[in-house]
């Protein structure tokens, strides 16, 4: 049975697409059957894995609208072990068509557990709002990721994120934990990048991720080939990073098949 995981944060531009693209790369490259689940009407997800949004014809909206079979849906990216349930602009309007349909919160859960063991990771991506939408997504989710970036004004919103989630676990969805806080955009040589790690280190604690996201050409390049990190350059530091990050996910929940020498990659090779 497949784990679904979350990418969550309604603040933009933190790194949250590019997480969940090549956080679920990394997992089938490690020989992880992973599907990824583009739930944000910008469809970002679904163009960085090589996909036309354009050229969706049916997409999570179906899924969550019409109760249409995922299996019919899904498409295989260019990446093995990975697939795309794939989003279209009309995902817009999922949020005021689901406003009065019974279980509205739920719809997204019952659209994944008819999949959910042909994986062993789901990825969501959230779309940069509290909407229902994301609100379905964290109800279907088993846990969330909360990608937050190394700069000035890193903690707005968070705490409003945090407390949807509480939310979520009292009323919708009692078994949703958080994964873990992911640090992004980290610059080792900005005094405020070093900063912000420690204040969300001292805030958070055990909750952040060992694992940092460095700012890094290559993962602003990559979707603009349609391709992940590791599909455009798998020894740069984002596929490295993304890399460790799916290996601490495996060891945090004991689902690791490599030896201890191998859990964690050590290169540090520039871009």
């Given at each position: 049975m497949g784990k679904i995981i979350a990418i969550a944060n309604q603040k933009g531009g933190v790194g949250k697409t590019t997480t969940a693209i090549n956080l679920a790369a990394?997992?089938?490259?490690?020989?992880?059957?992973?599907?990824?689940?583009?739930?944000?009407?910008?469809?970002?997800?679904?163009?960085?894995?090589?996909f036309d949004p354009k050229n969706v014809k049916t997409s999570v909206y179906e899924c969550i609208i019409d109760g249409k079979d995922p299996r019919d849906i899904i498409l295989q990216t260019s990446t093995p072990n990975l697939d795309i349930l794939p989003a279209h602009i009309d995902l817009?309007?999922?949020?005021?068509?689901?406003?009065n349909l019974p279980n509205r919160e739920r719809m997204m859960k019952g659209a994944l557990e008819?999949?959910?063991?042909?994986y062993d990771f789901i990825i969501i991506d959230c779309s940069p709002s509290l909407g229902l939408v994301t609100v379905n997504a964290l109800t279907a989710a088993d846990s969330v990721v909360v990608p937050v970036q190394c700069e000035y004004f890193a903690l707005e919103g968070l705490g409003k994120l945090l407390n949807t989630i509480k939310i979520v676990q009292s009323r919708l969805n009692p078994e949703l934990a958080i994964e873990g806080i992911?640090?992004?955009?980290?610059?080792?040589?900005?005094?405020?990048?070093?900063?912000?790690?420690?204040?969300?280190?001292?805030?958070?604690?055990?909750?952040?991720?060992?694992?940092?996201?460095?700012?890094?050409?290559?993962?602003?390049?990559?979707?603009?080939?349609g391709e992940t990190i590791i599909m455009h350059d798998a020894t740069s530091k984002g596929a490295i990073n993304y890399l460790n990050l799916a290996r601490e996910i495996l060891q945090k929940n004991n689902m690791t098949r490599l030896?201890?020498?191998?859990?964690?990659?050590?290169?540090t090779q520039g871009d």
């Open positions: 990394s997992f089938a490259v490690l020989e992880h059957r992973t599907l990824l689940v583009d739930a944000d009407p910008q469809a970002n997800a679904t163009s960085g894995v090589g817009v309007g999922a949020e005021i068509e689901m406003i008819k999949i959910k063991k042909d992911l640090l992004t955009m980290y610059d080792i040589r900005l005094r405020l990048s070093n900063q912000v790690v420690e204040e969300v280190k001292t805030h958070f604690q055990s909750m952040v991720f060992d694992t940092i996201i460095q700012r890094n050409t290559k993962l602003g390049e990559a979707p603009s080939f030896s201890d020498e191998e859990k964690i990659i050590n290169i």
